[in-house]
T-cell receptor, first 115, second 117 residues
């Protein structure tokens, strides 16, 4: 039981390049999330998917797109990377769509640098 | 809108002493409150949560937190700190009245706990 997995672990991009961050969970969770973590700012929600087939914007969605490929997988795409997107990206999942009090389970993160 | 504040960037404590990491929140209704811990180069791990009931919540690794509605606080505590408790701690909140379908949480900026031998 791997929990939440993310690939890649590290990535360096040049400004304007594109890439997709992959996330998968094997806990049969309904909801999945993408966060970015910047020093002193905690975690900020980029996009989330309450259930398979739905996605919604979070606090900081500009410059990102997401795809909920199936119940297990939720990818984050940067179409044209900018230095301001240098950050650590975390994927998370939680069990139930209506489980407001369910804790979230986090992946190990992807450290992205945009030059 | 929901928000959470962690007023201390860093807390230093000697091993064996009690520790407190502070968290205050703002919601329009009633809160669901969470504490998470992050060790270096790792994702966040759930420690404990307050949903309803007893104001003192016990969680993993000997941590506990006290919900205080009048002070809108949810401080994390441990009676005797260990060097291995050194990590980054995040408080998070969700407003029960906030009708977002995805169980969205708002996180504080984090507090670094340093426990010295």
């Amino acid at each position: 039981n791997a929990g939440v997995t993310q690939t890649p672990k590290f990535q360096v991009l040049k400004t304007g390049q594109s890439m997709t961050l992959q996330c998968a969970q094997d806990m049969n969770h309904n909801s999945m999330y993408w966060y970015r973590q910047d020093p002193g700012m905690g975690l900020r929600l980029i996009y989330y998917s309450a259930s398979e087939g739905t996605t919604d914007k979070g606090e900081v969605p500009n410059g990102y797109n997401v795809s909920r490929l199936n119940k297990r997988e939720f990818s984050l795409r940067l179409e044209s990377a900018a230095p301001s997107q240098t950050s650590v990206y975390f994927c998370a999942s939680s069990p139930r769509r209506d489980g407001a009090y369910n804790e979230q389970f986090f992946g190990p993160g992807t450290r992205l640098t945009v030059l | 809108a929901q928000s959470v504040a962690q007023p201390e960037d860093q807390v230093n404590v000697a091993e064996g002493n009690p520790l407190t990491v502070k968290c205050t929140y703002s919601v329009s209704g009633n809160p669901y409150l969470f504490w998470y811990v992050q060790y270096p180069n790792r994702g966040l791990q759930f420690l404990l949560k307050y949903i309803t009931g007893d104001n003192l919540v016990k969680g993993s690794y000997g941590f506990e937190a006290e919900f205080n509605k009048s002070q809108t606080s949810f401080h994390l505590k441990k009676p005797s700190a260990l060097v291995s408790d050194s990590a980054l701690y995040f408080c998070a909140v969700r407003d029960i009245q906030n009708n977002n379908a995805g169980n969205m949480l708002t996180f504080g900026g984090g507090t670094r706990l340093m426990v010295k031998p």
